[in-house]
């Protein structure tokens, strides 16, 4: 067997396989013999089926699949023991002249077409200038975001005087009828009951006041409206079983809870930064700030990156690509792409892989390593960020841990790690090498510039491009 590589020019290129009879005749042998022992014919005992009938019957197939076998792995081998980087994939040419007679030919040749990365130089200096956004909350969303953390740490508390609307009060249930208990009625203990949720004002009014020790008389259906899920909640029961219930009850008030916002003290810092992280209120203040601020580290590094693209691919415009390979791998390996998508979409699709092979080059050259290290605290990060949407900023080390495992455990979610340390690394790297201008813009309107930023860049479509890029360059 020998493979051999003929080059067009410098980005295209046609690996040729050469096999005799020699290379694949030995396993199609052992393979028909294989077929031999296990087959079962009529008139033939198992295991002494004919050599002739078994070639007669599989002889054709199981050359045909032995021939792909090596010269697939061979393929591979090739590309990988001489380092060759390609784009796409092989793509076996099927011209007529180069057709084989697999039962008649005892030498054969196999062509692929494969596309090569153009090699060129990339140079970003300091005189590579990229911007880096400082982004700064505005005063009332930081002061809207501590009054958050009162709401969302604060406590109920018995209060002795008059209920308010948002007060949640407490007591005994009792069914009542024509103004005195019911005999052998419903009484619901610990029943609970929150004025604010009642729809009929009159019985609303009547526990707006109202103290412990007090009693209010009403039907529950008239307070609710006749919503059965709601009398069924009231009355600790199921909605199946209040259709019929249409009587007075009598809640006798026994305590009143009020909602008391949390105080800013070292045990709310406690709860929201972990135990002893700050001890004062400007600490406090200082961390939720910085901790407030990263949120927009994601969108920033995007910014940067995206810059970083533009000014990578105006440097390589004029490096030749295998456009008419590529184009061609595109349309071949999609049933459902048509001729006119690929040309609509290879402007776009051309210079994600541009940037994508850009930074391939950054990391070989600078030998830039993703360690597992990186990938464990990115994963940490990332776990925490998602809790962090629900207000769920202390969490216990194991709970924070064990998430974060469960993101190691998922291959997807690893291998996107991989690409997001990657660009963090590339990221630094950058701004070690080129001229970085900070600009500090406020929240406001650096939101306002990523949405203009999304809107002009269509990236939901940037997206599955850069999926048809990563696939080109794997």
């Not at 092979?357 to 464990?376: G, N, T």
């Not at 660009?423 to 950058?430: F, T």
């Not at 813009?441 to 306002?448: A, G, L, M, R, V």
Request: hydrophobic share 35%.
């Amino acid at each position: 067997m020998k493979s051999t590589l003929n080059k067009t020019n410098d980005v295209n290129g046609t690996i040729v396989i050469e096999l005799e009879k020699a290379d694949y005749q030995e396993k199609v042998d052992k393979s028909l013999n294989q077929y031999r022992q296990k087959a079962n014919i009529p008139g033939f005992r198992q295991g002494k089926v004919p050599k002739s009938v078994i070639q007669k019957m599989y002889g054709k197939a199981v050359l045909v699949d032995e021939i792909n076998k090596i010269v697939t792995d061979e393929l591979g081998n090739y590309i990988r023991e001489n380092k060759l980087k390609i784009l796409g994939e092989p793509i076996s040419d099927d011209s007529e002249e180069k057709q084989v007679d697999l039962e008649n030919d005892e030498s054969m040749k196999f062509y692929f077409d494969i596309a090569l990365t153009p090699e060129f130089e990339l140079v970003l200096d300091e005189n590579t200038e990229l911007t880096w956004y400082n982004v700064k909350l505005e005063a009332d969303l930081f002061e809207k975001q501590m009054e958050a953390y009162k709401q969302n740490y604060g406590t109920y508390a018995s209060v002795e005087g008059e209920t308010k609307d948002t007060d949640l009060i407490k007591g005994t249930l009792t069914e009542m009828e024509a103004g005195v208990e019911t005999e052998n009625g419903q009484v619901i203990e610990n029943a609970i009951l929150m004025p604010s949720y009642v729809k009929d004002e009159t019985v609303k009014n009547s526990f707006v006041g109202a103290k412990v020790g007090d009693s209010v008389v009403f039907n529950p259906k008239t307070a609710y409206d006749n919503n059965e899920a709601e009398v069924a909640s009231l009355l600790q029961t199921t909605k199946d079983k209040v259709a019929d219930i249409n009587c007075d009850f009598r809640f006798d008030i026994k305590e009143v809870t009020r909602y008391q916002e949390a105080e800013l003290n070292q045990e709310l810092f406690d709860k929201v930064l972990g135990e002893g992280a700050v001890t004062t209120e400007e600490e406090f203040r200082n961390r939720v700030e910085a901790e407030l601020s990263n949120q927009f580290k994601p969108n920033v590094d995007h910014l940067f990156i995206h810059e970083a693209r533009d000014i990578i691919v105006d440097k390589v415009k004029d490096v030749q690509f295998p456009d008419a390979f590529l184009k061609r791998w595109l349309l071949e390996s999609s049933e459902e792409r048509t001729t006119e998508q690929v040309e609509e979409d290879y402007p776009k699709i051309l210079e994600d892989l541009k940037f994508h092979i850009a930074k391939q080059k950054i990391v070989e050259e600078h030998e830039i390593k993703v360690e597992f290290a990186d990938i464990e605290a990115l994963a940490a990060e990332v776990a925490k960020a998602q809790f962090a949407q629900y207000g769920m900023t202390n969490l216990p080390a194991d709970v924070l841990q064990n998430y974060t495992k469960s993101l190691l455990e998922k291959e997807e979610t690893v291998q996107n790690l991989v690409e997001r340390a990657t660009e963090d690394k590339i990221i630094n790297w950058l701004k070690e090498n080129v001229t970085v201008l900070e600009k500090e813009i406020s929240s406001k309107d650096f939101n306002d510039m990523m949405g203009e930023h999304a809107h002009q860049h269509d990236e939901h479509s940037e997206d599955e491009a850069a999926e048809e890029t990563e696939t080109a360059e794997d």
